[in-house]
């Protein structure tokens, strides 16, 4: 971190949206706009030429997305931390974007005080989250273990979707009609439900079942 002012860069196509951020930091003491940018490669050179303490970049931009530009940016110039400031909140979206390696995940919501705290705690390599954004990271820790399906069992609950009965599902697979009821029965374990339609819905929901 440099000595002085903290040097900040605003990365976002939308020209208002930028201008709002700009403006809003304006003012405040101990941070200084050094540059701005309307799309990630722009940013990247920008980073390059003036060497910013911390990048606020948006995440869905032309010509370079806000991911890889955080994964360049960390890369190439690891000295400067990302600091995501976006309006998307869903799960897809926080993950790229931590795993790409930004130090924050900020909503556009936020106030001039939050935004300007955050900034100087990022600028210490902190990890800034905005509150909603904390929540569903600490709801998906939550969530229990996804336990795979077996082969048999993914051909059981492929014959459930397809309408099948358990003895009809019996038949398809060779098997006794007892097994296709006790396959089901680890399935609702698994699955965390208690009947066969909403057994098909959670898996496909979760990955674990693929349909044509």
Do not use: C, W
């Amino acid at each position: 971190m440099t000595d002085g002012p903290l040097r900040i860069i605003v990365v976002d196509d939308h020209t208002v949206m930028r201008a709002g951020v700009v403006a809003l930091l304006a003012s405040e003491p101990g941070i200084e706009i050094v540059g701005e940018a309307g799309d990630g490669r722009a940013a990247l050179g920008l980073v390059e030429r003036r060497a910013p303490d911390v990048a606020l970049v948006d995440l869905r931009m032309p010509v370079l997305d806000g991911v890889a530009t955080t994964a360049e940016i960390v890369r190439r110039f690891p000295r400067t931390r990302v600091l995501i400031l976006t309006t998307y909140d869903t799960d897809a979206e926080i993950e790229r974007a931590v795993e790409a390696g930004a130090i924050g995940y900020l909503l556009k919501d936020t106030t001039r005080e939050q935004l300007a705290d955050a900034i100087h705690a990022a600028a210490r390599g902190e990890t800034v989250l905005a509150p909603r954004v904390a929540e569903r990271l600490v709801a998906r820790m939550r969530q229990p273990a996804q336990i795979p399906l077996t082969a048999r069992e993914a051909d059981v609950l492929n014959a459930v979707a397809d309408g099948l009965t358990n003895a009809e599902i019996g038949r398809r697979l060779v098997i006794a009609e007892a097994t296709v009821k006790t396959h089901l029965l680890r399935l609702f374990a698994k699955l965390d439900v208690n009947d066969r339609t909403r057994a098909v819905v959670v898996a496909m929901e979760r990955g674990l079942l693929h349909r044509p």
